[in-house]
């Protein structure tokens, strides 16, 4: 792969997109070489939690509008329903998005128009301080066609969702995390640093508890608040297996609390 580096350590995967001359837009080769990574990372037993972020000075910069537009131009109504399960960013935005292992995105700068949409469908976004995000596909005579709007809604608001996207206007990091778009921003050198403390308090849990709980959390939305608590206890409690992993969680908790 020559688009999509990825490296596991430490039951880490590390995804990074790399076309750092044309700002990680997206094109069907980067989309594809995704899509094999997200598939890989679902599959590997030996990693828990993935991140993602961008070479160069973009996280990614949304799709390659020289290939996506005379791709879609012409288009008709089949080619738009055969698109329905493959979303952008290898599928992470609708196709693959049900992965129940943790993602996290370390946006290292620009994350606009698609872009902005892949940040959005990761599970914790650590923000560079330089980092910028913006709907700017309104700009050009689109708008968000994979996830964008409804994770905009679901994260920052109807207020915040119809106010980028009607504007298209920047967002720098400062003002990303105070409309919740990003759960932390920290120096630019540090930004890696941050995402591998996430993913270590992630992994400090129990794994088999993590991917029920992400995949409830996908499960409830949508639902009415009963139909949620039904969904809701029943993943939960189905996911407790034999109890053997909390009877040994418990025993080590007890153990440490009597030795000091």
Same mark, same amino acid.
Request: glycine share 4%.
């Given at each position: 792969m020559d688009k999509v580096l990825y490296e596991k350590r430490n039951k880490i995967g590390y995804i990074t997109l790399n076309r750092p001359k044309?700002?990680?837009s997206l094109d069907?080769?980067?989309n594809e070489e995704l899509w094999k990574v997200w598939e890989d990372f679902a599959s590997d037993d030996s990693l828990d939690v993935a991140i993602i972020t961008g070479a160069g000075r973009s996280f990614c910069s949304g799709a390659d509008l020289k290939t996506f537009i005379p791709k879609w131009e012409k288009a008709n109504m089949l080619d738009v329903r055969r698109n329905v399960p493959n979303g952008i960013g290898g599928g992470i935005t609708r196709g693959q998005h049900r992965i129940t292992k943790p993602v996290i995105?370390?946006?290292n700068g620009y994350a606009i128009g698609g872009g902005f949409e892949l940040a959005l469908a990761c599970d914790i976004r650590i923000a560079s301080e330089k980092a910028k995000f913006g709907?700017?596909?309104v700009r050009y005579g689109l708008h968000q066609g994979d996830g964008g709007i409804v994770r905009l809604i679901a994260i920052a608001g109807l207020?915040?969702?119809l106010e980028l996207t009607l504007t298209g206007r920047e967002v720098d990091a400062e003002e990303s995390y105070r409309l919740r778009l990003v759960n932390k921003v920290v120096p630019h050198e540090n930004l890696i640093e941050e995402a591998e403390q996430y993913a270590s308090m992630i992994m400090n849990n129990s794994q088999q508890a993590i991917k029920s709980a992400k995949e409830t959390i996908l499960d409830v939305i949508g639902h009415t608040l009963d139909d949620a608590l039904r969904i809701e206890t029943l993943n939960a409690y189905s +996911?407790?297996?034999?109890f053997s992993e909390a009877r040994e969680r418990l +025993?080590?908790?007890y153990s440490k609390g009597q030795t000091k």
């Open positions: 044309a700002l990680n069907d080769d980067l995105a370390a946006i709907v700017f596909e207020a915040t969702a +996911s407790l297996g034999d +025993s080590q908790f």
